[in-house]
């Protein structure tokens, strides 16, 4: 039959039976602590679910809001109206990120060319213009 072994850590001095008293005490607090922060972590989420749902039906149950408002809007959703807008905002994002694209590309150039430009004509005089390619906000 083979040897049964035995986990339990015997403590060699007084100091050793301190020290693992006060890693099991250590253990304990710490997984108290974990739970006390779980049931904050659970208790806060369910607070904001009940302030977020039913209090506000509870609030303006019977009154006319904005999200009456909101909701009779969905309600009449309307394609003749919806469409064109949606394409002009798409067109509008879609132009802001051209021009973004075009500056960062001027920045990116502006010192080779400003390279350049120095080496064929040294005297040249700077037009002005900031490295993205803009006029600078002080001159108008």
């Given at each position: 039959m083979?040897?049964?072994?035995?986990?339990?850590?015997?403590?060699?001095?007084?100091?050793?039976?301190?020290?693992?008293?006060?890693a099991f005490w250590t253990a304990i607090w710490d997984r108290i602590f974990d739970l006390g922060k779980l049931m904050a972590w659970f208790?806060?989420?369910a607070l904001v679910i009940f302030v977020a749902v039913p209090l506000p039906l509870?609030?303006?149950a019977g009154k006319v809001?904005?999200?009456?408002?909101?909701?009779?809007?969905?309600?009449?959703?309307?394609?003749d109206f919806v469409f064109?807008?949606?394409?002009a905002g798409?067109?509008?994002?879609l132009w802001q990120r051209e021009r973004k694209l075009r500056r960062d590309d001027t920045e990116r150039l502006h010192k080779q060319i400003k390279l350049l430009e120095t080496k064929l004509h040294p005297g040249?005089?700077?037009s002005g213009l900031t490295?993205?390619?803009?006029t600078p906000k002080d001159s108008s």
């Open positions: 083979a040897k049964q072994r035995t986990t339990s850590a015997k403590p060699k001095s007084d100091y050793d039976a301190r020290m693992m008293s006060y208790g806060g989420t509870y609030i303006t809001t904005s999200v009456d408002f909101a909701y009779q809007a969905i309600a009449d959703f309307r394609l064109p807008l949606a394409a798409t067109t509008t994002a040249r005089t700077s490295q993205r390619g803009d």
